[in-house]
């Protein structure tokens, strides 16, 4: 589930990371919607040879649709014309283009000399950190980086199994220190001091960050920013994500009529679900009585709240143009901390880790075009309904129920459900545990708040019996056509976005509990994951 912070705490659907997707323009309206992403497709025979890439690519394809006939949540180069203004285009392409060309070669260039200052240190034997003096201002961020990560380290790296006791007594120093100062912010009284907000000041706390820093490598680091650092591929996405946000500002109302009148109806659905699932107990009726106190905001504006109108758009787009770019100069004399600092936020992402676009605030958001979440507002719990549902109701309606299965399971960890109904709720995330060959650390600590695979497979499982009937492949829509339209992104099977299962691994499995028979691609596609993921769990039956 990913979580948005704002005064609402959503779950962007796993339609998300994170997952959904909007058709807001008159001539969508006008043409009754997208073209449905489950055309006939001529199955060819799976080359023995094929490689991983074009192996799921097929796959996709077979189960969606080619990208630019499939069900994306992305506004992307190829498709963000027909959401914009021509005029809007016009405007932006004369007054902004080359501006926005010659702010991201600069940041090009920035890159350049970083990598050639740390060359020179490596040659001067000062291309690692040196903590013969602990300085608690200039490496509280270090501490920062691992501890206030260390559910992502777990998950990425097993460091919370690889480090054992030493790691989890600096954890614990570093967390101590943390709650010491929250509460004396909450303390009237308290008088704060600059070195309160430092969290690892003692020996336990920094023994850890030492040990992981010295064994950071910072040549392969350097190598692979450096390969990372591609004027024309980070021009490319910069343009393309102000292009989204530029069309983001073009959305119109919609008809909400159609998902008004369903989502009674998908409620009536998942209570009759529920009955034949624990029929022994009565958890179906207090969960109905739950969801009643649930508020249900059809609340579309959300979606493009960052980007309400061109006018603030363009504002905005000035004022990072504004910004001044940091000097080169001002490299001649830091170390290789300072070089990296900025930067290793992104490493804990792994796959992020190389972004040489980092802190780069010009358009630096691609916006999705759904925000199905629940949240709470005032203290009152709601159930966000985003325009894409509203456009496209069938999906819309799938969303919304994973949604409410979140909810179902909040509930029986909380013990509000019957014995009867939580235990088979356990039994089936027990059986969902299997899929991870594996193991996936992060399975376990869901009561701690984290965003978490088990989750969403649950939560995707249970919505796709509770509507049997609706044989729409809502994990189309999560998938990201490249700009040019020509072929999906991110299906690696690595990938575990905004706390998903690898959107293919998903897709594959959202296919099976449907009964599908596979195309030809995804059975070679099953075979090729089955290392590590397994497909015969049989969680559905």
């Known amino acids: 589930m990913l979580i948005l912070f704002i005064v609402l705490l959503a779950h962007q659907v796993a339609f998300a990371d994170e997952d959904f997707f909007l058709q807001i323009l008159n001539e969508m309206n006008n ?22 890439k074009d192996l799921l ?4 394809r077979d ?28 405007k932006f392409k004369e007054k902004y283009e080359q501006r926005i060309k010659e702010k991201v070669r600069e940041r090009f260039l920035l890159n350049q000399e970083r990598i050639k200052r740390y060359q020179k240190l490596k040659e001067q034997g000062k291309g690692s950190i040196n903590f013969s003096h602990w300085d608690d201002k200039e490496y509280s961020t270090m501490a920062g980086i691992i501890f206030l990560n260390y559910q992502v380290l777990s998950e990425r790296e097993k460091l919370l199994k690889e480090k054992t ?24 009284r308290s008088i704060l001091k600059e070195e309160d907000a430092y969290f690892c000041t003692e ?21 692979k920013f450096s390969a990372a650092n591609n004027l024309e591929l980070m021009t490319e996405e910069i343009l393309s994500n102000c292009h989204s946000q530029l069309a983001m500002t073009s959305l119109k109302s919609a008809d909400f009529k159609k998902i008004k009148e369903r989502i009674p109806l998908t409620l009536k659905k998942v209570e009759t679900f529920l009955k034949t699932f624990s029929p022994e107990s009565k958890s179906s009726e207090s969960f109905m009585k739950f969801m009643k106190n649930i508020e249900i905001l059809y609340d579309f504006d959300r979606a493009r709240s960052h980007f309400p109108t061109e006018d603030s758009f363009y504002q905005k787009i000035d004022q990072e143009l504004a910004f001044k770019t940091t000097t080169t100069k001002s490299l001649e004399n830091i170390g290789v901390w300072d070089l990296t600092k900025n930067f290793l ?21 691609h916006p999705l075009l759904s925000n199905d979440g629940r949240g709470e507002i005032n203290g009152k719990s709601i159930l966000n309904v985003s325009l894409f549902s509203a456009l496209n109701p069938e999906y819309g309606e799938k969303i919304f129920a994973h949604e409410v299965f979140h909810y179902l399971s909040e509930q029986s960890l909380k013990g509000e459900l019957s014995l009867e109904t939580s235990e088979k ?30 989750e969403e497979e649950f939560a995707d499982l249970m919505s796709t019996k509770a509507l049997k009937e609706n044989k729409k492949l809502v994990i189309c829509t999560q998938l990201r056509p490249t700009s040019d339209g020509l072929s999906y992104t991110d299906l690696t099977p690595k990938s575990y976005r905004g706390g998903h299962t690898p959107v293919i691994v998903r897709l594959l499995l959202e296919a099976i509990y449907q009964s599908r028979t596979l195309p030809p691609s995804c059975l070679e596609a099953q075979k090729y994951l089955e290392n590590e993921f397994d497909f015969k769990a049989n969680c559905h039956i």
Not at 181 to 186: A, D, E, I, V
Not at 210 to 223: G, H, R, V
Not at 448 to 454: D, E, I, R
């Open 57 to 60: 690519q097929q796959c996709a």
């Open 203 to 223: 020996k336990e706390c920094q023994e850890v960050v030492k040990e992981y820093y010295q064994a950071f490598n910072f040549d392969k680091y350097f190598e």
């Open 425 to 454: 709720i356990k039994k089936k995330k027990e059986c969902l545990k299997k899929i991870y060959r594996k193991g996936n650390s992060s399975l376990d600590s869901y009561q701690k708040g984290s965003t978490l695979t088990l």
């Open 345 to 365: 936020y992104m490493w804990m992402g792994e796959e992020l880790a190389l972004n040489p676009l980092e802190n780069f605030s010009l358009c630096s958001v």
């Open 31 to 52: 043409n009754g919607g997208l073209q449905s992403p489950y055309r006939c497709h001529e199955q060819k025979s799976i080359d023995s040879k094929i490689n991983e």
């Open 63 to 90: 189960l969606c649709g080619s990208p630019k006939e499939g069900a994306s949540a992305h506004i992307v180069e190829y498709n963000f014309q027909q959401y914009a203004q021509v005029s809007s285009l016009k």
């Open 165 to 188: 006791e030493k790691f989890k007594q600096g954890l614990k120093s570093y967390l101590k220190r943390k709650e010491d100062y929250t509460q004396k912010q909450l303390n009237p």
